[in-house]
């Protein structure tokens, strides 16, 4: 029979020693797992977290056995390359921090037990991630289990298996489901036991396969946040070992003109992404804590979830199946192709499939995330994601593959025509460009591909939510902006159904240790809500009033910003309601009637008391007049940059800043003025952006972009752009 125990206790963390035995005869740091040695100094900035080897060492006596029982150490999550010694001995390593893998110990216990496992999350050129925008945390950050299985079990040592898999073939028209259940066995067995709807059947193993098909009559569907429908298959041993796994049945197709369909109807994916860390735990998480995620999750009403960007936990997949979220799974191929990295991708790849498999929230698999930009596309990495893409459809031939895409590549380039469906991560209106462009581009690429089916895998703008104004701007990390970013997104996704999905970028705010920008260290602050979970941004009400349909609510925008230095002020609500009445100090102001935003005028002299009511639903605010503009409220202390100028400070006959930057390197002169500004200025992205800055394609976006909106996004003074204008204002046009 088959026994599971947790082994999480009485563990030292050494971060120095020689070697195992070093490990365990050091003094170390008592912990329980889950743990990371990055929980601190991965979130405070500087990119100076600690990235190496470092050691956990435990001593067990021999757990009690029958003589032809087998004893496995299963490890959920080892960041980042894993070697497992015990009593001195190396019985294992693993290469990949995200996935589950497990050692037999049985044939090197002895009475007394010395384990020693080493984590190395360290700069290499094998194992990824290697260059990307989040903390790598190092540590057994995910529970450790000890496992004791009959000499006859189900197979414990083939990628994590679960030792089952499960396989439903929907008949929507027949209202039927065919379900085969598949189980891999280790040691002797004549025959295996299959249970599915209190339906027994036999099945001889044969070389240490056996299958059973099952037919679920008027089948109860999974389907998504209305009916998340799980059931349940077993299988069983004559030895007494039984594994069991739940799983859903579900049919789904994508229609590039209509977008994503579910059990037959239309069923638009509009969510977020997930990043799996939380402040001060990093990504040592807790059961609460994961289900705090989910909770908001299903707050803000989303449908879908990209887990990125890697696997994520069997705990946290399992709550995307109780709540019917429909879930891009990926692995962490992401940013820099690696040429000595491809066995780890194809492993990392075959991991995340076989241990996910029967998960039904999970439709599709990413193969990569902005891979091309920092590597050139060149056959290698174009045969990584051939291979890639094979592995996929050789281990599940029911669900698609899939992309996220960089900003910056042609949509005409031959790495498009790998996987089954693309989608693509733009920031125009935040890193560069305008808002409008994000329309542009997707309605550029419908019209010249219309048979493939594109989605929106990334989008967002920081914002620290100390941060407001009453004319926000691109680049001044303000909340306010965040809002009116992400206002033009939900209108322009809204518009265009054909989208198979789109997600946020992201719904937490997250470690990314080598940024320094918008009043934090180390946190990327694209967030709907805080590292903490502490604050839901107004941006987070903005997706809940367009995609959250059970809880009727009101939301006041600008809590925040509570002193105010305009006699007019806009007091804008996010609702799902149709109808929205304002209160000032207790009177009624107005009514208006719409969708998702209402937006009132409101003069204000003193303080007061601000409330929207709809029905059952209110909120409040409270803002007062004042004479100055707080500068708590200011990320960049200056004006806006449009008001720097004077009419006569323009010749156009000469450069200027408003010239784009393409038209400007178009002369030799003022584009070494410009270069060498450029290569001189402050960059704040983390260790990426040394990456990708040499990157052709960026190059040539980043030439269709004016000068002065590259520098206020840049948070430049304004004595330093009218210096610029100056210098540019010195060089003649040639026609």
Not at 310 to 325: A, R, V
Not at 507 to 514: I, Q, R, W, Y
Not at 570 to 594: A, P, R
Request: proline content about 4%; charged content about 25%.
């Amino acid at each position: 029979m088959r026994n599971i125990s947790s082994f999480n206790d009485n563990w030292i963390f050494v971060k120095h020693a020689s070697d195992a035995m070093d490990a365990v005869h050091s003094a170390g740091e008592a912990v329980a797992l889950p743990h990371t040695w990055n929980a601190v100094d991965g979130q405070d900035g500087g990119n100076d977290y600690h990235r190496g080897l470092c050691w956990y060492a435990k001593e067990f006596a021999r757990p009690e056995t029958d003589p032809a029982e087998r004893v496995y150490l299963e490890f959920l999550g080892a960041a980042m390359t894993a070697e497992v010694f015990l009593n001195g001995e190396k019985l294992a390593r693993h290469e990949g921090g995200y996935s589950a893998f497990r050692v037999d110990l049985t044939d090197s216990l002895k009475e007394m037990n010395q384990l020693a496992v080493s984590l190395d999350n360290g700069d290499n050129d094998t194992v990824y991630p290697q260059k990307a925008d989040f903390t790598f945390y190092g540590g057994l950050y995910r529970p450790v289990n000890l496992i004791i299985v009959p000499e006859s079990h189900f197979a414990l040592d083939y990628c994590g298996t679960p030792g089952i898999k499960v396989t439903p073939v929907v008949d929507l028209e027949k209202k039927t489901a065919e379900v085969t259940v598949e189980a891999w066995i280790s040691g002797p067995a004549d025959r295996a036991v299959f249970t599915v709807c209190d339906e027994v059947k036999e099945s001889a193993v044969e070389n240490g396969y056996a299958r059973a098909i099952f037919t679920i009559e008027q089948v109860h569907l999974w389907d998504g946040i209305d009916d998340p429908f799980l059931y349940t298959a077993t299988a069983s041993l004559e030895s007494g070992d039984s594994v069991s796994t739940r799983f859903g049945c579900r049919h789904f197709e994508i229609d590039p003109q209509k977008g994503f369909f579910l059990n037959g109807r239309s069923y638009l994916l509009r969510g977020v992404s997930r990043h799996q860390d939380f402040k001060g735990a990093g990504n040592a998480l807790t059961p609460e804590l994961q289900k705090l995620d989910m909770e908001i999750i299903r707050e803000l009403g989303a449908t879908t979830l990209r887990l990125a960007h890697y696997q994520h936990s069997q705990e946290f997949y399992d709550l995307c199946d109780e709540n019917g979220i429909v879930v891009w799974a990926e692995i962490p191929y992401i940013t820099m192709h690696m040429k000595s990295g491809r066995a780890n991708t194809l492993s990392q790849m075959e991991e995340l499939v076989v241990q996910n498999y029967h998960h039904p929230s999970i439709f599709v698999w990413g193969l990569s995330n902005e891979i091309t930009a920092a590597s050139a596309v060149n056959e290698d990495l174009i045969e990584n994601h051939r291979l890639l893409n094979e592995i996929c459809h050789r281990l599940d031939q029911m669900r698609p593959t899939t992309m996220a895409n960089v900003f910056m590549l042609e949509i005409e380039n031959p790495i498009l025509e790998i996987p089954d469906i693309n989608s693509y991560n733009l920031y125009f209106g935040w890193y560069l460009g305008e808002l409008e462009q994000n329309d542009e581009f997707f309605d550029e690429y419908h019209a010249k591909y219309p048979d493939r089916c594109i989605g929106f895998s990334e989008y967002g703008a920081d914002a620290n939510p100390q941060y407001q104004s009453a004319a926000p701007e691109r680049g001044d990390y303000t909340e306010s902006y965040q809002a009116v970013y992400h206002e033009h997104m939900l209108n322009m996704i809204e518009e265009r159904p054909w989208l198979w999905a789109t997600h946020v970028w992201n719904l937490f705010d997250f470690a990314a240790d080598g940024r320094d920008e918008g009043g934090k260290h180390g946190e990327n602050q694209k967030g709907l809500v805080t590292f903490d979970r502490k604050i839901k941004k107004d941006a987070f009400y903005l997706y809940k009033a367009a995609w959250n349909k059970t809880e009727n609510f009101v939301h006041v925008c600008g809590r925040r910003y509570v002193g105010r230095t305009e006699d007019l002020t806009e007091i804008k609500v996010y609702s799902n309601q149709s109808q929205v009445d304002l209160f000032v100090d207790g009177k009624h102001f107005g009514t208006q009637s719409g969708k998702t935003v209402f937006r009132f005028q409101v003069p204000i002299s003193g303080t007061h008391i601000i409330e929207a009511k709809s029905g059952s639903c209110s909120d409040r605010i409270q803002i007062r007049h004042v004479l100055e503009q707080n500068p708590d409220y200011l990320f960049i202390k200056t004006a806006p940059v449009l008001n720097w100028f004077d009419a006569d400070e323009f010749d156009p006959g000469c450069y200027s800043v408003s010239d784009t930057l393409g038209d400007i390197r178009s002369n030799p002169e003022a584009g070494s003025v410009v270069n060498q500004m450029m290569a001189h200025a402050a960059q704040s992205r983390g260790d990426v952006a040394d990456a990708v800055k040499d990157n052709p394609a960026l190059q040539r976006m980043m030439n269709r972009i004016t000068l002065i909106s590259l520098l206020k996004q840049g948070g430049s003074d304004e004595e330093s752009v009218k210096q610029i204008n100056r210098v540019l204002q010195g060089i003649r046009k040639t026609s």
